[in-house]
């Protein structure tokens, strides 16, 4: 089931991704809207950074297109902040906490400028909302798992961006950070920005997410999660292998809540 999204932020025209010729992303279509959290669910192998890769232009699409804002990336690409996975990154590259997070202002400050004050202010600040500003001046290579991921946050809240993109951002991270890292997503959504989030726990998306796209090579759905999310979907995003889908859905029907409005 696909929902279309009313005034769309992100267009997914026809996507199609393959790595040596094995096409892994399948004629995905779907639209999305803005000011929302939404989640890419799907099994292992489903394909679900790819599309993420895709959108940012970091993969080649085999077929297809995607508009951000009604724009190409290029166009757009200082309002889209890419969060990518932390295993993916090279931590023992020599740099400070605060230097990492300062690189997040650099879009905005054009070709000649430097860095200064104000985008000093703006790293500290945003190191502040994720509780590490105790550590501005360690070295990453010297940070837990779950500070690299606050840290990796704190670098795109300094970005400013309008668009989101994050590969697991609770990968990792005890029950606290998760906590503290979601409220923060929520703020920014109630701020207009639009988050979209690759997750695995199929539980707790339940509650975090308010539009779910779940995946599988092809889309099996994208919509509000009180619409897309049933026994039926999940069954056949997750193959049946899981006999607590049922229980999932059944959760979504009654609570039919929406954490962007408690
Ligand atoms: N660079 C690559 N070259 C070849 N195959 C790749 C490459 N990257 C991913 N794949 C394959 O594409 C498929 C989709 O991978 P992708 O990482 O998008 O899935 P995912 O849903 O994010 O998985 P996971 O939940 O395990 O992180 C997988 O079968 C993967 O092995």
Redesign the pocket.
């Known amino acids: 089931m696909i929902v279309q999204a009313e005034s769309p932020i992100l267009e997914v025209h026809d996507l199609i991704v393959s ?2 010729q094995s096409p ?1 992303l399948w004629n995905v279509d779907l639209t999305l809207p803005q000011g929302q959290l939404i989640g890419i669910l ?10 993420i ?1 895709a959108i940012m232009g970091l993969v080649n699409p085999t077929g297809g297109f995607v508009k951000i804002f009604d724009k190409s990336l290029e166009e757009v690409r200082s309002r889209i902040s890419y969060v990518p ?1 932390r295993e993916s990154v090279d931590w023992n590259f020599p740099a400070s906490v605060l230097d990492v997070v300062m690189m997040g202002t650099y879009g905005k400050l054009g070709l000649f400028r430097r860095p200064g004050k104000k985008e000093k202010e703006i790293a500290l600040a945003s190191l502040d909302k994720v509780g590490m500003s105790a550590f501005i001046n360690r070295q990453i290579s010297e940070l837990s798992g779950g500070q690299q991921q606050r840290v990796f946050l704190a670098r795109a809240l300094a970005q400013d961006a309008d668009l989101y993109l994050m590969d ?1 951002p609770f990968a990792g991270v005890d029950m606290a950070t998760e906590t503290a890292i979601f409220e923060l997503l929520k703020q920014m959504t109630q701020e207009g920005k639009t988050v979209i989030v ?1 997750h ?1 726990d199929i539980y707790s998306a339940m509650n975090y997410f308010n539009w779910i796209i779940m ?1 599988n090579l092809h889309l099996v759905a994208s919509g509000p999660k009180e619409i897309v999310v049933t026994e039926e979907l999940l069954r056949k995003t997750y193959g049946g292998k899981l006999n607590l889908l049922s229980k999932v859905s059944e959760l979504v029907r009654k609570q039919s809540f929406n954490p962007l409005k408690s």
Do not use: D, R
């Open positions: 790595y040596e892994v799907g099994p292992n192998g489903a394909g679900k950074s790819t599309l890769k996975q697991e690759v695995h995946l």
